[in-house]
């Protein structure tokens, strides 16, 4: 079988071409520290209020001894509960996500914040909120007739200003 020069040429130019978009998209996924969920947990979706993590009143954000932050959310007919959380800004972030019905899919536009929220697991993200300011929480995920509706908000604060939240906090409750 013979094959012309040119089209030998044009195949490696199209090979080449395929190769950097490969190398762009790994080095880019690299670089920004994206990659594939890796935590693999499940749960009862229908017992999560009887769950010790996910339990009402354990739900938002909490503060670990090493300084970061844990986030607990459920997703669920049509919303995201807590509505409204506050956050602090240069600090790590780990968001646990559980679903009360059906596959949500939640974003934090202008971040490298994105999952898939799948009943009976528990989806698990890493990352960190740098500014200051007001973002939103959306379901990316089409979910049901009230999908539009299904939003959050997230209000990032300073490392200082979220010291003196928690100290308000702890006298309130003490």
Same mark, same amino acid.
């Given at each position: 079988?013979? =094959?012309?020069?040119?089209?030998? +040429?044009?195949?490696?130019?199209? /090979?080449?071409?395929?190769?950097?978009?490969?190398?762009?998209? !790994? %080095?880019?996924?690299?670089?920004? *520290? =994206?990659?594939?969920?890796?935590?693999? #947990?499940?749960?009862?979706?229908?017992?999560?209020? /009887?769950?010790?993590?996910?339990?009402?009143?354990?739900? *938002?954000?909490?503060?670990?001894?090493?300084?970061?932050?844990?986030?607990?959310?459920?997703?669920? +007919? &049509?919303?995201? &509960?807590?509505?409204? !959380?506050?956050?602090?800004?240069?600090?790590? /972030?780990?968001? +646990?996500?559980?679903? $009360?019905?059906?596959?949500? %899919?939640?974003?934090?536009?202008?971040?490298?914040?994105?999952?898939? =929220?799948?009943?009976?697991?528990?989806?698990?993200? @890493?990352? #960190? $909120?740098?500014?200051?300011?007001? &973002?939103? !929480?959306?379901?990316?995920?089409?979910?049901?007739? %009230?999908?539009?509706?299904?939003?959050?908000? =997230?209000?990032?604060?300073?490392?200082?200003?979220?010291?003196? $939240?928690?100290? @308000?906090?702890?006298?309130?409750? %003490?």
């Amino acid at each position: 079988m013979h =094959i012309d020069q040119l089209e030998k +040429r044009w195949a490696g130019i199209a /090979l080449g071409i395929a190769g950097f978009f490969v190398a762009v998209i !790994l %080095g880019s996924a690299l670089f920004h *520290g =994206i990659h594939a969920p890796s935590n693999v #947990e499940t749960i009862d979706s229908a017992k999560l209020h /009887l769950s010790e993590e996910f339990a009402e009143d354990k739900l *938002g954000a909490s503060t670990n001894p090493d300084g970061s932050v844990t986030v607990r959310m459920v997703a669920g +007919r &049509y919303g995201f &509960y807590p509505k409204t !959380l506050t956050l602090p800004a240069e600090t790590k /972030l780990t968001f +646990r996500w559980v679903s $009360l019905d059906v596959i949500h %899919g939640v974003h934090i536009p202008m971040t490298n914040m994105s999952t898939m =929220i799948v009943p009976g697991y528990v989806a698990q993200v @890493q990352t #960190e $909120l740098h500014h200051a300011g007001d &973002y939103p !929480l959306l379901c990316n995920e089409y979910c049901g007739m %009230g999908h539009a509706h299904m939003w959050s908000n =997230i209000k990032v604060v300073s490392k200082a200003q979220w010291e003196a $939240l928690n100290k @308000q906090r702890g006298a309130n409750h %003490g």
